[in-house]
């Protein structure tokens, strides 16, 4: 039986799924990660629309003026007031998540952000400190929507397959950053920046339609699943208990090395990507003469190579750790410190290269590298039981970076010049260079001793794999009972 072949037969009612049920909520967790970075980036463009000098008749002549008069100082606060909000709800998100259910959390946040973006044009024009408190507000409710969506996948992604699934869910936000700087720039230009914020807005709410009708928390619940998927992802996912937030082993949690070394990791990558995020608009606007249109296509272009990279190397990394047994803390290892390492040496060459298109080039290297590292699905290796909690900590301190980096770089950069940014971009090369040497020392890819479920029982596998193995992605029943005994603890580690 086929993927599309696959019968569910719950009651008396039978449903042909078109596709298995994990990967329709793969789909689904895609878009919530699109509308949530499209909610994060548009500002990056719709800022230079909103302070650039335009013409505007007034009494017969023409009057030169931005409609929002912000400085580069104001400018910077501004692009990072949404992630002052988001910092203060990762640990939240992490906390919630397990006791309402990822996916109500996810599409509660998702249907508020949407409703504010919306509001944010009239905010604008009321002045900065309204405009800023929406901005932050914004931020706050998608501050919970990363800790909860794993929590969300820590019930539907079996352990041969999470790299997979996973880097498909987080392309979505790199496929919003694409979308906005390409796209942002057009609607600015022929129907006014305050569009940006409302087809944002409205994009936000018609996604929230499908996520609450279709997404359930657990397979258990989804009255569409087919019984073999069923069967199959209940076989192989550990079933952890309810995680409380005083329950989880915080003092084995902040002495663990491989933890600190996925949080290291996921800090110093945010720094570099939340700045191009937020700044690259700005500096490409600061270098060239392009309009408005040519600089967000341009600046989509890292973002771009970054969606294609992400989905091969995860290909390339459940391939090897499934059929060649290459070990889990290997890949790690290799994916994330050779792409810190990359990052790091064309950060630097960008400060030698008086060319645009050298310059540019570099700067696309940096981000598609990043698609290779797998710095947060790290912490499934590590703690899955533990994985939302862990992350609501991670992710508070990657927002903080993104934060920082916007703010000093507007203190940085007053004229625009090339040796302005140039500073910049040193500064993420060497927290790059930090990022890499600190995972190749702690790095790991290994369940914790601290993390382990003593379930008394080992999951049995063979069977539902020989019962159809071209609806699953997984053809060896031996992989999947050693990984499957990995996440349960029942002692049994590859090397």
């Known amino acids: 039986m086929a993927d599309g072949d696959a019968v569910s037969n719950q009651g008396d009612v039978q449903h042909v799924t078109a596709i298995p049920r994990r990967y329709v909520l793969v789909i689904l967790s895609l878009f919530a990660l699109f509308i949530c970075s499209v909610h994060r980036v548009n500002l990056s463009i719709a800022i230079v629309a909103m302070t650039t000098n335009h013409s505007a008749p007034t009494n017969g002549t023409k009057i030169y003026h931005p409609d929002i008069d912000w400085g580069s100082e104001e400018q910077g606060v501004a692009l990072a007031s949404f992630f002052y909000g988001a910092c203060m709800t990762q640990m939240l998100g992490g906390i919630l998540a397990p006791i309402i259910g990822g996916g109500r959390l996810v599409g509660t946040a998702i249907f508020i952000g949407s409703v504010l973006n ?236 008086d060319s645009l298109v050298a310059s540019l080039t570099c700067i696309v290297i940096t981000l598609a590298v990043s698609g290779c590292s797998c710095f947060t699905i790290n912490f499934f290796d590590l703690a899955p039981q533990y994985a939302s909690l862990i992350i609501g900590v991670s992710t508070t301190l990657n927002h903080i970076a993104g934060l920082i980096g916007p703010t000093v770089t507007g203190f940085i950069v007053h004229e625009g010049t090339a040796a302005e940014w140039h500073i910049v971009f040193y500064i993420a090369a060497g927290l790059a260079s930090f990022g890499c040497i600190f995972y190749a020392i702690f790095g790991s890819g290994e369940i914790q001793p601290w993390a382990i479920q003593n379930t008394g029982s080992t999951v049995k596998v063979e069977n539902t794999i020989a019962e159809d193995p071209a609806l699953y992605t997984i053809n060896e029943a031996y992989e999947v009972e050693v990984e499957s005994r990995e996440y349960i603890g029942t002692g049994t580690h590859k090397d």
Not at 182 to 190: E, N, R, S, V
Not at 231 to 255: E, M, R, V
């Open 118 to 353: 919306i509001m944010m044009p009239y905010f604008a024009k009321m002045g900065f400190v309204p405009f800023i408190v929406v901005r932050i507000l914004s931020g706050i409710s998608q501050g919970v929507v990363f800790p909860a969506i794993h929590e969300l996948w820590s019930h539907w992604a079996p352990p041969l397959e999470n790299t997979k699934m996973l880097s498909i869910t987080y392309s979505g936000s790199y496929l919003g950053t694409v979308g906005s700087m390409g796209l942002c720039g057009i609607i600015a230009t022929h129907l006014g920046w305050s569009w940006i914020f409302y087809i944002s807005g409205f994009l936000g709410l018609l996604w929230c339609v499908f996520w609450f009708l279709i997404v359930r928390e657990d397979p258990s619940l989804d009255r569409f699943i087919s019984q073999q998927e069923l069967k199959y992802l209940t076989s192989n996912i550990q079933k952890c208990h309810k995680t409380k937030f005083s329950d989880a082993p915080w003092g084995s949690i902040f002495t663990s090395g491989p933890v600190w070394a996925s949080i290291v990791s996921c800090l110093t990558e945010s720094y570099t990507y939340y700045l191009l995020m937020t700044q690259l608009p700005i500096y490409l606007h600061d270098v060239t003469d392009f309009n408005l249109e040519d600089v967000g296509f341009l600046a989509a272009m890292p973002y771009l190579a970054m969606t294609i990279t992400a989905q091969f190397s995860s290909v390339v990394v459940d391939y090897l750790r499934s059929k060649y047994h290459v070990t889990t803390t290997k890949v790690r290892k290799i994916t994330t410190c050779g792409a810190y390492l990359t990052q790091a040496i064309v950060l630097v060459l960008i400060g030698y290269i």
